[in-house]
């Protein structure tokens, strides 16, 4: 019996490692109840209604159906503001490295997508250069990505 017990432990904390590997620190993911079109609409509405820009889209599943590759629904939105920028780099011109804030949107197997997203605390975080001034513009970014987020995947 030891051994099976000893196995299962071993398996359980294999689970539990690659799990925290799976979801970094910060990382926020939401299930929606809509479609991967109609998530990605629903985003690009939500960053404009909350007052920020969409600084580029990139979509790995539109470049693979150019080559021919058929994989789901994968598109990643940056989001910034140009007074945001001019803060950060006020306060840490590394912390520049980390903009714009990446929203993610995954079509799921179910028909259904999600989103995930780093809040902005944690993306500047590692910055410590930027003291109090970078942590605060973080705090106000993490409120704004939280209301982006739940707009876009109400029901």
């Known amino acids: 019996m030891k051994p099976v017990a000893g196995s299962v432990l071993a398996l359980l904390a294999a689970l539990w490692i690659t799990a925290a590997q799976a979801a970094p620190e910060g990382l926020r993911i939401l299930e929606s109840p809509h479609s991967f079109a109609a998530l990605e609409k629903r985003v690009a509405e939500a960053i404009k209604d909350n007052g920020m820009l969409r600084v580029f889209k990139a979509s790995a599943s539109k470049a ?3 080559r021919g590759v058929t994989i789901p629904g994968d598109s990643v939105y940056g989001v ?3 007074d945001f920028a001019v803060r950060m780099i006020t306060a840490s011109q590394l912390a520049g490295t980390e903009a714009p804030i990446l929203i993610h949107v995954m079509e799921q197997t179910d028909g259904t997508a999600h989103l995930a997203y780093k809040t902005p605390s944690s993306v500047f975080a590692p910055y410590t ?3 109090e001034a970078l942590q605060e513009m973080a705090r106000e970014l993490d409120a704004i990505f939280a ?5 876009a995947v109400a029901p």
Request: no cysteine.
């Open 80 to 82: 910034y503001r140009n």
């Open 147 to 151: 209301r982006i987020a739940e707009q």
């Open 64 to 66: 693979a159906k150019g």
């Open 129 to 131: 250069d930027g003291g």
